[in-house]
């Protein structure tokens, strides 16, 4: 067990000159090392981000390069690598081996990829539970044409197919059924796809939005984000979380070395804390970016209904029962249906030795740390689960006042 303890320094001056330094997206990653793979180049990327899952999917490119034939391939936690890397192989004449994942990946779906995967000619076998890793797969020269997928339950799969599809016998046309959640990964990977090699590493939006939520509750300091490209030029989806906030008073202006500066208006904020009619969004495009907002949000009084999320119960965990859980330790008690998670403002006692679950999923940990800024202090359990995505998060955040103690394994360890 280890257990994280957030405190936050509410007369803590931050430095104007240092900037918060993000990870890179993960997402642009993971595409990266399937597509340089597929076009036969060598694998010289020397920028990829540090975080657990691009590190796995990384070093399985590597096995991959070595020897096609047998072999354990492990991908982590990491569901865009594990899916990605399952669609590669099975579309790689004279690959074989088994593909596994941790007991956390294991729990996650995979097959409505293998069952697509297997209509076009691929040959695919579960070694234990159906439906789920760990398989073994006999690559071969896949027939490609019309192939059907469900679009509800993760874009990953129409990302996997997409990229894959290159090696077949005949390009890739993909009928979804149902809507299509986290559309904008699918573009993002089809964009990808067409500018071949002008495609650069940039700096990870979504890890961004747990700086929009300190600001959001931190409001009238600036917050300086190196490496972002900009929205509308940038080809991450989550680049939309800067308009989201903009709307909920958190201002966003570039300076002239590049840095992304963010500042909440405490006036605006203040004002929307009077509301009484919950803001809605629709998060069927940015579903990575609910907990940041929906514990920002709560934190700052201001009410909120999200819809469209019910694949946020297919995530690292089940995001939208462990929202409702931890929101009612800090006193927040929301409403969650099959597809939406609300606040309208009803609250509840919170006891002083709560201890948030991060049910070792890296976005919750994250979201939940910057609630010390109006708690005073918050306690996390298996905070080490941001190494997921963002190793240096706790680093990063005491830049901005927040004071991380570690606790586990007899161990202190201060930031």
């Known amino acids: 067990m280890s257990l994280v303890q957030i405190n936050f320094d509410r007369h803590f001056i931050p430095d104007v000159a240092v900037a918060v330094e993000l990870p890179g997206s993960k997402s642009m990653a993971a595409r990266l090392l399937i597509l340089d793979y597929i076009r036969g180049k060598e694998m010289i990327r020397e920028n990829l981000p540090e975080c657990e899952d691009t590190q796995y999917l990384a070093d399985a490119m590597r096995q991959l390069r070595e020897s096609r034939a047998g072999g354990c391939y492990y991908l982590g936690s990491g569901g865009a690598g594990l899916r990605f890397f399952v669609a590669l192989a099975a579309s790689l004449e ?34 234990q539970n ?107 989806g989550d680049s939309g979380v800067a308009d989201i906030f903009g709307l909920l008073g958190v201002d966003s202006r570039w300076a002239e070395n590049g840095e992304l500066i963010i500042k ?40 909120f209904r999200f819809i469209n999320v019910a694949h946020l119960r297919h995530k690292e965990s089940n995001r939208l029962e462990g929202l409702g859980a931890e929101l009612e330790k800090i006193g927040i008690s929301v409403e969650i249906t099959s597809d939406s998670i609300a606040w309208r403002g009803a609250r509840l006692p919170v006891a002083e030795n709560e201890v948030v679950e991060s049910n070792d999923d890296h976005r919750i940990a994250m979201a939940f740390a910057p609630a010390a800024a109006r708690l005073g202090y918050v306690t996390i359990r298996d905070p080490h689960c941001v190494d997921k995505s963002f190793p240096g998060y706790f680093e990063q955040i005491a830049k901005l006042g927040f004071d991380a103690r570690f606790f586990g394994g007899g161990k202190i360890r201060l930031v």
């Open 94 to 127: 004279g690959f074989e081996g088994e593909i596994d994942a941790s007991p956390q990946l294991r729990r996650r779906p995979l097959a409505p990829l293998v069952d697509a995967l297997r209509e076009m000619g691929a040959d695919i076998k579960y070694l």
């Open 130 to 236: 159906e439906g789920y890793p760990p398989i073994y797969i006999k690559g071969n020269k896949l027939k490609g044409g019309s192939v059907e997928i469900n679009g509800g339950v993760s874009s990953q799969f129409i990302s996997a197919l997409l990229m894959a599809s290159q090696l077949w016998e005949k390009p890739a046309e993909i009928a979804v059924r149902g809507e299509t959640v986290s559309a904008p990964y699918i573009e993002l990977t089809r964009k990808m796809i067409e500018r071949a090699d002008a495609v650069a590493l940039e700096a990870d939006w979504s890890a961004a939005t747990f700086f929009y939520e300190i600001a959001l509750l931190c409001p009238d300091r600036e917050i300086r984000l190196k490496g972002l490209v900009p929205p509308g030029e940038s080809l991450q």
């Open 264 to 303: 909440g208006d405490s006036e605006i904020i203040g004002k929307l804390k009077g509301l009484t009619k919950p803001f809605e969004f629709d998060m069927a495009s940015m579903p990575d970016a609910v907990p940041a907002l929906a514990v920002g949000m709560a934190m700052a009084g201001i009410k």
